[in-house]
Nanobody, 127 residues
């Protein structure tokens, strides 16, 4: 059974930082691109960030560019999302996902391009 498990969410004040982790178990995802999405109540799931299989390329939503940073540690089968200068509007459930298409060099930005999802971790930012 393949699993992605996110952790690191919590309740913080505006301006604070959090680091989310996404650990893959059941198989290695080191050959695949990974992504982070978020979903606020009443809203659609939206793209946050993506990283290629080797970590050499990344992409970000405009709303988080300059504040968030994605990285991965292949030895630990883990992807991270460092979130700085958090804002109230960053409040959402954050999900990691893997795109199992061959190559791992794409940076997909829509949920439909990802194949396996974690259960999500809640991030709440109070202003």
């Amino acid at each position: 059974q393949v699993h992605l498990v996110e952790s690191g969410g919590g309740s913080v004040q505006a301006g604070d930082s959090l680091r989310l982790s996404c650990v893959a178990s059941g198989r290695t995802f080191n050959s695949f691109a990974m992504g982070w999405f978020r979903q606020a109540p009443g809203k659609e799931r939206e793209f946050v960030s993506a990283i290629t299989w080797n970590g050499e390329s990344t992409s970000y939503a405009d709303s988080v560019k300059g504040r968030f940073a994605v990285s991965r540690d292949s030895a630990l089968n883990t992807v991270y999302l460092q979130m700085n200068s958090l804002k109230f509007e960053d409040t959402a459930v954050y999900y990691c996902a893997v795109d199992i298409s061959p190559g791992g060099t794409r940076l997909p930005t829509t949920p439909y391009e990802y194949d396996i999802w974690g259960q999500g971790t809640q991030v709440t930012v109070s202003s």
